[in-house]
Each structure stands twice: as structure tokens, then as C-alpha cells.
């Protein structure tokens, strides 16, 4: 509740790995509903640049992907000044406490994990003898790391999609093991994962009418060009039903783009023009274009600014760094005397 006190609220904790561009559908599957915790909790977003560094490994690519997630994040409505936004890479403190986590957790436990282990069996159906074959320790040790990134800021619930929720459900673990043998001194918040419905109905349909990721190079990207936009929407697949014919809405991928973006006047109004027959697909793709752009414009118009070398944000980042340290600091100057360290 936006009335509840910060202190009382639960902290919810998103975390952004920098490895491309935002699409349509991250900012629907994931930017938007992430930017509604800010209502109900004590909202917390960081940019887990060294997670990224598992995989990218051009420092241009990675700067530029850390600033334009953040950048992003802005432009779509995060408040630095209401909510915590940092980048991973300015809290020390998050990796002292990923040795000292690592040492709590079983490697079973890492052996375990869903990412580690689709890499070896992507070796194995290569052929490769060596099944750990290009896996760097970054790839093995990332639950360990991501686990300290929740447990160091106490959070409540991290909102995940599917394919995250083991990762929340290992740092639950690894907290209890520390809390097992700590916790008379010291003991962790055990985090819940709130996982989002994006990939049970409400996930964004792409250029090939698969669901919009960036797998599946399918994507529209958020802040493409005017000209750009235009072009990706009129991609859009449609079939051949002549403009008179009455259609079916909802298995148009570029009506349900429309839904997503459009006031509900309009998408109602849309839906019953296709129902009842008329309007074309044409029709439909540009008012689709219409309608994104009307509404991205002055998001693009705030990423672009903010992407300007001299513009606020790293000052932005630097201040959220600040308020995020201010909750790392004590968590793990109690963890060090906890364990005998300090
Ligand atoms: N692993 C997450 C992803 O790939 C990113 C991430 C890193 C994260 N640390 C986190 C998400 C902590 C939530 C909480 O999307």
C-alpha cells in the first residue's frame, strides 16, 4: 500500500541482466508489471552488470547494455528518487558476501542447476567428451552470486519469470544453511519468488508470431526508430482473409500488440471492426504503428536524452548505489562477526 510506512512495507527486489536491446515484450512482460511493486512494496531494481560478464565479453557491448537497461528502466517510469536503482557492480559488499555464501552452499546444489546443466547437455548432444566443455566458473557460480544479490538487500519477493525461479529457490536455500549455523547471530530473510503470468497467456506474440524474445529473433525493439517501427509492424504476419471478411482478433498477433498498447476504447472498437468484417489487415498494422508510436515516442525521446554521455545517469546510478549500500553495509558487517570475521 502506498499509505503503509516504508519501514513496514515487504522489499521487493528486480534484477535486469545487461545482454541486449528491450523489446515490446520485455516492456510488457517484465519492465511494466516490475515497475507496479513500487505500489505495494519498498521496491529495489538493479542492473547485474557482472552477471552479464558470464557471456558478454566486449567492454563496449556491456556499457552500452548496462546504460541502456538503465536508461530504459527510466524511461519507462521508474522514480530513482521513490525507489533504489543501482548497478550490481557498485555494491563491494555484494561480492564479500558471495565468497562467504559460497562457502555455505553444497556444489551438489550447483551441479543442480538448470542453466549449468542445460549447458552440459547442449555438450553432450554436440558430441564434446568433456561435458564442462566452454562452462566458465561465472556460469557455475552465478546462483551463488545471484542469491547474495536478494539476500543482501533482505528482500522479501523477487518477481522472476519461470525460467529464474529455481535461482530465487536456491537463495532460500543457501540463506537457510547460513541461518542453520549463524542464525542466533545473524539470520537472513528467506526471499519468495513471485512469478509472473507472462508466459501462461499474457506473453507478447512476435514478427513471426512466436512469442516475442529475443531467441527467436523476433523482436521489436522498444526504442527503434519512427521509421523503423513503422516498417516491423507492417512485418507483422497476417493471412490472406480479404478486408471484407469478418475476423478473428485474437489470433492476430498484431491485434494482440494492439491490446497491449492501445486505451480499451480503441481496442474494443478494433475488435468488433474485425468481427464484423471491413477492416483489413493493413487497416489493422497501421493503426497498430499509430498507436505504438503515440505511446513510445516520449519514452524514446526520455531513453535518448538519457543515453547521452552527459546526461544525469550515472549520476542517477551513483545516488542509488549510495541507498542500496546504506542496506549492504550493516547486513554484512553483521555476517562478518557472525562468522568470526571481523
Ligand atoms: N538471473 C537474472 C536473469 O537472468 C538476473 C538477476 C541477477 C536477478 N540477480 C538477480 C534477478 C537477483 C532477480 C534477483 O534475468
Keep these: 500500500m502506498s499509505t503503509t510506512s516504508a519501514s513496514s512495507a515487504q522489499v521487493s527486489l528486480t534484477g535486469v541482466k545487461p545482454t541486449g536491446e528491450p523489446h515490446l515484450g520485455n516492456y510488457i512482460g517484465a519492465i511494466k508489471p516490475a515497475l507496479a511493486l513500487a505500489q505495494e512494496y519498498d521496491a529495489l531494481y538493479f542492473i547485474a552488470d557482472y552477471h552479464a560478464l558470464t557471456t558478454v565479453r566486449d567492454p563496449q557491448l556491456l556499457r552500452h547494455y548496462t546504460r541502456s537497461v538503465a536508461a530504459t528502466w527510466i524511461a519507462a517510469g521508474l522514480n530513482p528518487d521513490r525507489v533504489i536503482f543501482y548497478c550490481q557492480s557498485d555494491i563491494p559488499e555484494i561480492f564479500d558476501l558471495t565468497w562467504i ?82 542464525g542466533k547471530d545473524f539470520k537472513f530473510t528467506i526471499p519468495q519468488a513471485i512469478v509472473s503470468d507472462t508466459e501462461t497467456g ?103 536524452a538519457l543515453m547521452d554521455p552527459d546526461s544525469e545517469l550515472d549520476a542517477l546510478l551513483a545516488a542509488g548505489a549510495e541507498k542500496a549500500r546504506k542496506r549492504a553495509v550493516p547486513v554484512l558487517a553483521q555476517v562478518r562477526k557472525a562468522i568470526g570475521i571481523d
Excluded at 132 to 137: H, L, P
Excluded at 267 to 281: F, I, P, S
Aim: with cysteine; glycine share 6%; charged share 25%.
Design 202 to 304: 499474457r506473453a507478447l506474440p512476435g514478427l513471426d508470431g512466436r512469442k516475442m524474445s529475443k531467441s527467436y529473433d523476433n523482436t521489436i525493439p522498444l526504442f527503434c526508430s519512427e521509421a523503423q517501427l513503422k516498417k516491423l509492424a507492417r512485418r507483422i504476419p497476417t493471412d490472406s482473409t480479404p478486408v471484407e471478411a469478418p475476423k478473428d482478433p485474437d489470433s492476430s498477433p498484431a491485434f494482440q500488440i494492439l491490446a497491449q498498447f492501445a486505451a480499451p476504447e480503441i481496442t474494443a472498437e478494433t475488435r468488433r471492426r474485425l468481427r464484423e468484417g471491413g477492416m483489413g489487415w493493413g487497416e489493422l498494422k497501421n493503426q497498430l504503428f499509430e498507436v505504438l508510436n503515440t505511446r513510445l515516442s516520449p519514452l524514446r525521446e526520455r531513453y535518448n
Design 101 to 182: 555464501m559460497s562457502c555455505m552452499t553444497s556444489k551438489g546444489l550447483m551441479n543442480r542447476a538448470h542453466a549449468y546443466k542445460a549447458a552440459r547437455d547442449r555438450n553432450e548432444e554436440s558430441g564434446k567428451t568433456d561435458l564442462d566443455a566452454g562452462i566458465n566458473m561465472g556460469l557455475y557460480n552465478y546462483p551463488v552470486l545471484m542469491a547474495v544479490d536478494i539476500l543482501i538487500m533482505e528482500t522479501d519477493v523477487v518477481p522472476v519469470g519461470h525460467d529464474q525461479l529455481q535461482h530465487v529457490e536456491v537463495a532460500a536455500d543457501i540463506a537457510g544453511s547460513f541461518n542453520h549455523v549463524y
